[in-house]
Every structure is written in structure tokens, then in C-alpha cells.
């Protein structure tokens, strides 16, 4: 990062963390048909990789977060869930039916990627909404050039 | 620090401990936790766990429950989820923005 | 029988713990046992075999104790009453 830490405890677990903490989450949420986990623990762990850097940085630097594009990011994770269940529909199945989804593999197989698809979008909703409700219980940011705060 | 608990604490206190001794009442009309033969094992379970992963591909039931079977409760809960963060913001960070744009008559802008 | 004993125990120190998280007058010593609290409870659920419940419950408890420091900084300040 562009800034120094306040201490060189805080810099090294910050460099040793943040790395973990994302190819985790990535793991956990690509593996959680086969093992404990799936979209909701991997979108914490991803989140947390965020909060870590939030938590670490100096109190003297200018902050600006932009609350509402992380609240649109947060939208966008019931967007996806509900897209890939509206795909199934015009090839003739239900909503969410993954059976039938277009991919050019066999039927159980389908039924992974679909889980998969849902997966990234509950991440997704979950990730950037726990990021925004950081943001919003935290510091308060520098106003941008229309003079909103967050 | 000595520190003594007010009256109200304390009538609080007795209120979550009586709830508590009638929910430990009402747990023992529970079936215990080994018992094969309580509803809850009888009507849909063993489909799942016989049929789960041959019909979604996925070996881990959990994942298999939340997100092939049931899937349209866990869509539900994203949106809870969502709703969750943009009542936060709605009720914290606009406050804030307001007092800052009119001037509210407590201190309540950037300190950074 | 072994299991009962041990669940039992870890039933009664989650019991223990949550009351002292409940009437603890100190904010930040509140939140510290709440995430012994939590501890605890991921023990139970691997205890009972479920370990997707245990693994979301300790994933919830890092992130409320991030919220709790966060919350308790801004009341401290006096910016939010």
C-alpha cells in the first residue's frame, strides 16, 4: 500500500494477512460444494480482508469511501442469483432450475456451475454489504465536490 | 472499580433467567439427540442424504440443501442480507450527511 | 456417554459466559467475552457434527467483534448517542 503503518506489528500482519485472508475466501467459496463453507463464509472472509486494511490505516489519513457504490456493489449479489435463476426459463424449465441451464455439459454437471453462479452472487451481496455497514458505524469521510459525506 | 447493579439491571436479569428456566423446562419434552424416529428424521431427510449427491453433483448435503434444493430461501436471505447494510446507512450515515449539510446544532461532522 | 458429559459442560460454560457478556458494565470487556462466547458455541456445533454451522458462526463472531471496537470507538467520541 501507499502508506505506512503505525507500527511495525500492525505492517507485518497486514502483509502477511491480507494475502491469506483473499486466496481463503476465493478457496472457500470455489471448494464449498465439497467442503464446509460457500458464498456467505467466503464473502465474510473477503470482507474482512477490506476491514483489515480499514482497521490498519493511520488516523491522520484522508479517508474517502463512498458508502452507496458499496451498497450498489451490494445489489448487484441478488442481481446475479436472480439472473441465473431466470436463465433456466426461456429453455423450458422453472426459476432456478439449474438442470436446464445453456451450458455445454452433462446434467449433474450443470447443477454445479449453477450452484456455483449463486454462490458468487451471495459473496458478492454479502462481501460488499458488510463493508458498507463497516463504513457507515466507522469514521466519517472526507466530503466529495457535491458535499456528501458518505 | 466497585460497581453495583441497578434495580433495573437486576429485574432484567430475573426476566432472562426466567425465560430461560421455561425454555430449559420445555427442552426436555424434546426428543434426544440420537432418537431415529422424531418427524424430523422421517420425512425428507433421507432423500437428501441418499439422493443429494447423484441428483446435484455436490457431495457436501449442506451446500447441496442451501443452494440447489432450497435455493429460493437462500435468494430471500440475500436480499435480508442486502436490506440489512441499506438500513444501516439509512439510519446512521444520512443522519450524518443531513447535520452536515445543514448544519445541525451538535458537533457532528468530519473529524478527519 | 462421554459426549453428554463433555456437551453438557460446554453448555454450561456457554451459559457462564454469556451471562458475564450480558452484565459486564465495561463495553470492550462485553465484546471480548461475547467472542469467548462464540468460541465456545463453534466447539458445540463441531461437538455435534456440524461443522458448516461451526465455520459461519466463527467467521460472525471475527466480524461482530470488528463491529463492537468500531461502535464502541464512536461512542466513546460522543459522535453517535
Known sequence: ?150 | MKHTFSKRSLFYGGLCLAVLAIMAYSMSFLPSYTEMDTPVHRNVAERYMTQAESETGSPNMVTAVLADYRSLDTMIETTVIFTAGVVTYAMIAIRRRKNYIWGGDEDHETEA | MMFVIFLSLLLLIILITGLIAVFLPRLFGSGILFSAFSFFVVLAYLLLSAPDVAFTEAVISVISIAYYVIAIRELRKGDLE
Open chain 1, 1 to 150: 500500500m501507499k502508506q505506512k503503518h503505525s507500527s511495525i506489528i500492525l505492517e507485518v500482519a497486514y502483509r502477511l494477512l491480507i494475502p491469506v485472508l483473499i486466496v481463503f475466501g476465493v478457496y472457500v467459496l470455489i471448494h464449498g460444494e465439497y467442503s464446509p463453507g460457500g458464498g456467505f463464509q467466503a464473502g465474510v472472509i473477503l470482507a474482512l480482508a477490506v476491514i483489515l486494511n480499514r482497521v490498519l490505516e493511520p488516523a491522520d489519513v484522508k479517508k474517502n469511501y463512498w458508502t452507496y457504490k458499496t451498497i450498489a456493489l451490494a445489489g448487484m449479489g441478488p442481481v446475479i442469483y436472480m439472473m441465473t435463476g431466470l436463465l433456466s426459463i426461456p429453455f423450458g424449465g422453472h426459476f432456478l432450475e439449474y438442470g436446464l441451464l445453456p451450458l455445454p455439459v452433462h446434467e449433474v454437471e450443470r447443477h454445479l456451475y449453477g450452484i456455483l453462479f449463486i454462490e458468487v452472487g451471495v459473496t458478492l451481496g454479502v462481501m460488499a454489504t458488510i463493508i458498507s455497514i463497516f463504513d457507515s458505524l466507522g469514521k466519517v469521510g472526507d466530503p466529495d465536490e457535491r458535499g456528501n459525506l458518505l
